[in-house]
């Protein structure tokens, strides 16, 4: 299909929610197990406070790795990725439909989307999966992640045993609120994540298909499609990345009685530009683009795969019909 059309490839209807979801949670579901070890190590790279103690040497992503897989075995690398598996299929299904569905709306009359429709229309996806879907998602992924126990002793008991288990505690500890702490934060995080991720692969796509008319108004290539998602996954954690910093430090820990959550944001804040120094802000950088830009480069390819292969079925719900 056109980058910067609605229609479907070869002058198609635009695909169906049905094969959004379908599409969308295949591609969520494989960048989870692909890279989930970076995003734990991410986490534990953000949260480390070594920088604190004078003298202290921080540790960079190989080292923080190589202790987790030490004290924790290989697994600990995987903590909190039933909760994002059981939440990958919703997000990613909220992401591209309501992405397709903000592009829609945005396009003109010829069913042609501007630049600055998509990037709109990446906005408004990244803010609705992060209030429907990612939030409560990574609170309790964070709990998890942030445990430092080791799955190879019977004795060491976690507190959070499983996702579940560790969203009924915090409910049951904390209320229910408390799985949206960090709303605000993650909807700006998720808004310009998915604005700049969006506008720039749908650009690169555009300028791919004008150069190649062999793939105008068709997918290109899928180490193409790797390539571009790749790219445009990498650009989103530099433009805000002190949000993702504060934001995982706001969910890791429950909140102080009467205390609102600005109030713990500027406290967070002010505390790690004092005790750590503006760099601290991008503290898991390195992991996190190294997270996020294959994350993408995968998503963007078996989405587009399974997309096609969906649309090119006979499934009574792809609607796959030409327009009139």
């Known amino acids: 299909m056109s980058a910067k059309s609605v229609k479907g490839e070869g002058g198609k209807k635009p695909a169906t929610a049905a094969v959004n979801l379908i599409a969308g949670g295949g591609a969520g579901m494989m960048e989870a197990l692909v890279c989930h070890p970076l995003d734990t190590i991410k986490v534990r790279m953000q949260l480390s406070t070594r920088a ?26 995987y903590k909190g990725l039933g909760a ?90 904390e209320g229910f609120g408390a799985l949206y702490r960090g709303v605000s934060l993650t909807a700006l995080r998720q808004g310009t994540n998915q604005a700049v991720n969006f506008t720039a692969y749908t650009e690169f796509k555009s300028i791919l298909q004008k150069a190649q008319p062999q793939y105008d108004n068709k997918n290109l290539p899928a180490y193409q499609t790797t390539l571009i998602g790749l790219v445009s996954g990498a650009m989103g954690p530099f433009s805000n990345a002190p949000i993702d910093t504060i934001k995982t430090r706001l969910q890791k820990t429950p909140a102080e ?68």
């Not at 445990?147 to 008991?157: A, E, F, I, N, R």
């Not at 005790?275 to 996020?292: C, L, N, S, W």
């Not at 292969?309 to 019909?321: A, I, N, Q, V, W």
């Open 52 to 77: 604190r103690a004078p003298g202290t040497k921080k540790r960079g992503f190989y080292q923080t790795g190589k202790e987790i897989v030490k004290r924790e075995t290989a697994f600990g690398l």
């Open 84 to 173: 994002v598996l059981s939440g990958i299929v919703p997000k990613m299904a909220i992401r591209f439909t309501s992405y397709e569905w903000y592009k829609q709306a945005l396009a003109d009359k010829n069913g042609v989307v501007t630049s600055k429709a998509t990037f709109f229309a990446g906005l408004g996806a990244g803010v609705t999966e992060a209030v429907a879907v990612v939030t409560p998602m990574e609170v309790v992924k964070i709990r998890m992640q942030a445990q430092y126990h080791s799955l190879s002793d019977p004795l060491d008991v976690p507190k959070y045993r499983s996702a579940p288990h560790a969203a009924l505690t915090v409910i049951k500890e």
């Open 257 to 324: 009685p009467g205390q609102s959550a600005i109030t713990r944001i500027v406290n967070i804040t002010n505390a790690m530009f004092k005790q750590e120094g503006p760099r601290a802000f991008y503290k898991g950088i390195t992991p996190r683009v190294m997270r996020v830009a294959p994350g993408q480069a995968v998503t963007f390819t078996v989405y587009e795969f399974l997309k096609k292969k969906l649309e090119d079925s006979s499934l009574p719900f792809t609607g796959g019909k030409y327009e009139e």
